[in-house]
């Protein structure tokens, strides 16, 4: 019993380490983004190595979807992703700290491509 009060403990100690969705910190992790065009932004997000990928680029369309309607338009493209992850340890145990840079194009009416993302309902749909 007590070794599964421990086991418990230690992985919502462990969980807690993760990245959350928050703006860049002082150690790096979380997004940051910079408008390159009226319409465009890069979108980075940078975990740690207690972060999982799919989390983190669940994070980076979050932020620009906030972008997306935070500048008055409704949907986004991705036009480019670059993998910034970076591994760390020896070549029996790495450890990967996820982070992705996304470029994004922003539009106020909907196009027929299906790579198009409604950024309110991105939102709404995913917590």
Sequence with gaps: ?????????????????STHYQ??????????EVRTSPDSFIVN???????????MMKYA?????????????KYFKIVHTLDTSNYT????????????SIRIKCTLEKTNDPEEVDAEFFLKNNH
């Design 1 to 17: 019993m007590q070794k599964s009060i421990i086991l418990v403990s230690l992985v919502a100690i462990l969980a807690s380490c």
């Design 23 to 32: 703006k860049q910190n002082m150690f790096g992790n979380g997004f940051s």
């Design 45 to 55: 997000f940078k975990g740690n190595g207690y972060s999982k990928t799919d989390k």
């Design 61 to 73: 369309l979050r932020r620009a979807s906030e972008l997306t309607l935070e500048n008055g338009y």
């Design 89 to 100: 340890g020896s070549s029996s145990s790495l450890t990967k700290a996820p982070a992705f």
